[in-house]
């Protein structure tokens, strides 16, 4: 695993304003703790921390914060982003170390074709990330999900997963990841036109009956 070099500067300033600020003149406010050194409020780049997150680790890429002269190993463990713009508000940095390992969690891919998709089923995913332990700087960047074997009912499930080399999966093995199931099979408009005619026919032959009746009575 790659790591992504970034630099970062100490702040002193606190509070919303100052926070602001930052953000306005393109930097992202930061804190970066771990290991029992006190916490570094920090700001990044936000360009180039968000093109750290573009690469094929995605948030979990492993990042040599230079602070001053310092080198710190980190990874973001938290993101926080406007709810509305998307645009980054916060970042928290854990320091980390060579050897040490972490649990994070990463994307679920689907590989292959379920044989019960071509038969007209669908593929329900229903975990779309799984909770792995892996040494820090052998984090993978996803878990597959092999549907290859699925036929319509089928389910395939966190403990039928191949972790990747290193990891170990953490979620619970009965989780469903994802599902082939049949598709949802729609009434046919036909019997209902067949009901609505019977049901006309019912009450036409009810009023001609009706009209006999009051004929024969009058006679």
């Known amino acids: 695993m790659s790591e992504y070099k970034l630099a970062a500067e100490n702040r002193s300033d606190a509070g919303k304003g100052a926070a602001r600020r930052l953000r306005a003149s393109g930097r992202v406010p930061a804190v970066l703790y771990g290991h029992g050194a006190n916490p570094q409020h920090l700001s990044v780049d936000a360009r180039q921390f968000g093109q750290a ?53 990463v994307p679920v891919h689907l590989v292959g074709e379920a044989p019960g998709v071509r038969e007209g089923g669908i593929a329900d995913q229903d975990l779309y990330q799984v909770n792995v332990e892996a040494e820090v700087t052998n984090v993978p960047e996803a878990v597959d999900a092999d549907v290859s074997g699925l036929s319509i009912g089928d389910v395939l499930r966190v403990g039928d997963l191949k972790a990747p080399a290193g990891a170990v999966i953490l979620d619970d093995p009965e989780a469903s990841v994802v599902s082939v199931v049949a598709p949802a099979v729609e009434a046919e408009p036909k019997a209902e036109l067949e009901e609505g005619a019977e049901g006309a026919e019912g009450e036409a032959a009810a009023a001609e009956e009706a009209v006999e009746g009051e004929d024969r009575s009058e006679a």
């Open 53 to 105: 997150l573009r690469t094929d680790a995605g948030v979990n890429v492993l990042m040599e914060l230079e602070v001053g002269g310092d080198r710190h190993l980190a990874l973001a463990k938290e993101i926080q982003r406007h709810p509305v713009k998307g645009s980054l508000i916060h970042v928290d940095f854990i320091q980390v170390r060579r050897g040490e390992k972490v649990h994070v969690s």
